[in-house]
């Protein structure tokens, strides 16, 4: 390869360093080299990734912290994320026996844990996030089941190991926001319940290649669902005309309650305002509210990055 095409090529593969690190950077969560080649939006050779990857350390541009790389020389963030990813081991493990208790739910099809603890993280104040998949039709019903159970909780005040954000029917599981973000939370869900949902999903969704080339799904662990026979007989009795005109019901006053919340400007445990998108197909936080805050903020975070005068040792032909 010519010197100038080298070179070029460099820059791109630095770019895409830089800027896999800015995404996590904004959680405060460095990355081991692992993680950077996982989450590169574009395919490089191992060899040339990690010749850039010394190349930017060497010119202090980023910086390691014992096995972790990160955009801040703070080895106190190093230790949080130890702390957080064994917080997380711990947590996982009741996360599994939540998921299975709600597998068991009349029209559940698939569970899988999200967020935070979805990345192996984990404080003294997480939630266990939690991504449903329903069946057809009786998506409203299923998590209007969840949703009554989840009352019970608050009185024995485990309601945030039961944080039912996000909710998709079995024969619409293509993600509608294509961006970063919804990319990388998909390539990091969990499954833990519905192995064929879960391969149907990443079917569907596959086009998050386009944003993580190098990402593989985690389909191997989530189980086959066993349906009790209590939950093979709800549906049994409501897969009619009857359970049709329940979820529509369901669905109309969860979305009209919700509504309430966001014209009152009511906020949530983030600081931003309630909201929900609330359609036959899925029950989701609304976008604007938190994801496209995210996605600005991320993308000044790169241009800031990438547009800094700061010299990078160019690593030897």
Known sequence: MNPSKSYNRYLLIKNDILSTLAYFDIFTYPLQKREIWLFLPNF??????????????????????????????????????????????????????VASRLAKFPFVRGVAVSGSLSKNFAD????????????????????????????????????????????????????????????????????????????????DNAWIKTFLPNKYMRISSAKKINNPAI??????????????????????????????????RKLNSRGLIMGMCATKFCAKPDPKNFQNKFIDQYERKVFELLHKKIIVMKPAD
């Open 44 to 97: 490089y050779e191992h060899a040339e990734f990690e010749m850039t990857l010394q190349a930017l350390v060497d010119g202090s541009l980023i910086f390691k912290l014992a096995e972790f790389y990160s955009l801040q020389n703070n080895y106190s963030i190093a230790q949080r994320r130890n702390n957080g990813n064994n917080k997380a081991q711990q947590l996982l493990i009741t996360a599994k026996t």
């Open 231 to 264: 939950k093979w007989l709800v549906e049994k009795m409501l897969s009619n005309p009857i359970g049709n005109m329940l979820d529509n019901i369901l669905m109309n006053i969860t979305s009209k309650r919700w509504l309430k919340k966001t014209q009152e």
């Open 124 to 203: 003294d104040t997480s939630d266990i996030d939690l991504f449903i998949i329903t069946a057809k039709n009786r998506l409203w019903l299923a998590r209007t089941f969840m949703h009554c159970f989840k009352k019970l909780t608050f009185l024995v005040n485990k309601q945030h190991f039961y944080c039912m954000n996000y909710f998709i029917e079995e024969d619409h599981v293509e993600i509608a926001e294509k961006n970063i973000y919804t990319a990388t939370e998909i390539a990091t869900l969990l499954p833990l319940q519905g192995s064929a949902s879960f391969e149907k999903f990443y079917s």
